[in-house]
């Protein structure tokens, strides 16, 4: 089984930063692309930004120049760094990897999402 757990939400004033991180854990052989996507309320689910594991990188165009996706290959983290921060940045953001599972019957493709969690842009 593989897990990913997100952190690092919370209120920040419009202006402000939040770092979000990922961790990625269990039986996984290997990582292709982790991602950042986010939900706001009353809408559907849309990318933030994406990562391969070769450190190629995509941006929503309503973040590019603002926030920045990271990655530890070692570790099997991703990080967004969230600056210039506007209430329309407002949503659940969830952590997405895909790669290779290693498991009991060999390897199999993988993809899991984290549960998410909330930022919130406000006065």
């Known amino acids: 089984q593989v897990q990913v757990v997100e952190s690092g939400g919370g209120l920040v004033q419009p202006g402000g930063s939040l770092r979000l991180s990922c961790a990625a854990s269990?039986?996984?052989?290997?990582?292709?692309?982790m991602g950042w996507y986010r939900q706001a309320p009353g809408k559907q689910r849309e990318l933030v930004a994406t990562?391969?594991?070769?450190?190629?990188?995509n941006y929503a165009d309503s973040v590019k120049g603002r926030f920045t996706i990271s990655r530890d290959n070692a570790e099997n983290t991703v990080h967004l760094q969230m600056n210039s921060l506007k209430p329309e940045d407002t949503a659940v953001y969830y952590c997405?990897?895909?790669?290779?599972?290693?498991?009991?019957?060999?390897?199999?493709?993988?993809?899991?999402w984290g549960q998410g969690t909330l930022v919130t842009v406000s006065s």
């Open positions: 269990g039986r996984i052989a290997s990582i292709n692309a």
């Open positions: 990562v391969t594991s070769g450190s190629s990188t």
């Open positions: 997405k990897i895909t790669g290779i599972a290693n498991t009991d019957v060999g390897y199999r493709y993988l993809e899991v």
